[in-house]
């Protein structure tokens, strides 16, 4: 296991589903916990990212889970990743959102030894077009970057990235790695999780 810190996003607003998607129940498990379950095996910490102190009390996760509270209000992703990042106790850290019920751990494990090989800050895959700004690891060399798009009100995960260094896995890469495919899939609708539903059952079994 490398020296990473996993951090999870998990605000709670839910907009689109209408009730807290991190707590929907995939093959007998809430998302939350399918997500941290994963992370455990590919970090050496775990932290989990919230809006208000109300929302600890509400996910009542176990006590080895390290909180921290967002630093700038209604910040989005963005503002998450720099709560999270900030207060990492490693330079790289895992980002992942807590609507995610199929991170793969092999994949991670893959973009983990990029990490090692290059002066890099992100390493980030680009699936179907799109680079997953909410599935990839972030450098504390990211810090000062974020920290004055904040500042601006500037909220896209990715608008910085033109300053920094950056690694992309490609999709040819991530298909070689089996059920990576789906480590991007995120619930944010009753038909998502009615998706995952029947996709995890396909995979495992009732």
């Known amino acids: ?53 109300e929302r600890i009390e509400e996910l009542n996760l176990d006590s080895q889970i390290n909180y921290v509270v967002d630093s700038y209000d209604n910040s989005g992703s963005l503002g998450g990743l720099y709560s999270g990042l900030e207060q990492s106790p490693t330079r ?19 973009m983990v030894t990029k990490i090692s090989k290059e002066d890099l800050d992100v390493v980030i895959p680009r699936f179907e077009g799109r680079l997953q700004t909410t599935h990839a690891l972030y450098s504390k ?20 990235f033109n300053n ?13 790695i089996e059920g990576s495919k789906y480590s991007f899939f995120n619930v944010n609708t009753a038909e998502d999780l009615d998706l995952a539903i029947r996709m995890d059952k396909n995979t495992y079994g009732d």
Not at 143 to 158: A, P, Q, S, V, Y
Not at 170 to 176: G, N, P, R, V, Y
Request: proline share 1%; charged share 30%; net charge neutral.
């Open 1 to 53: 296991m490398s020296e990473l810190t996993g951090i999870l996003l998990a605000g709670g607003k839910s907009r689109r589903l209408g009730r807290d998607k991190a707590q929907e129940v995939i093959g007998g498990q809430r998302i939350i916990d399918r997500a941290i379950d994963t992370l455990r095996t590919i970090s050496t910490s775990q932290t989990v990212v919230v809006d208000r102190w």
């Open 164 to 176: 920094i260094n950056v690694c992309e896995i490609s999709q040819d890469e991530i298909l070689k």
């Open 92 to 110: 790289w850290a895992i980002l992942v959102a807590c609507d995610m019920p199929f991170l793969s751990a092999r994949l991670f494990e893959f």
């Open 141 to 160: 060399s990211c810090l000062e970057h974020i920290d004055g798009r904040l500042k601006d009100g500037l909220l896209k995960m990715d608008g910085y």
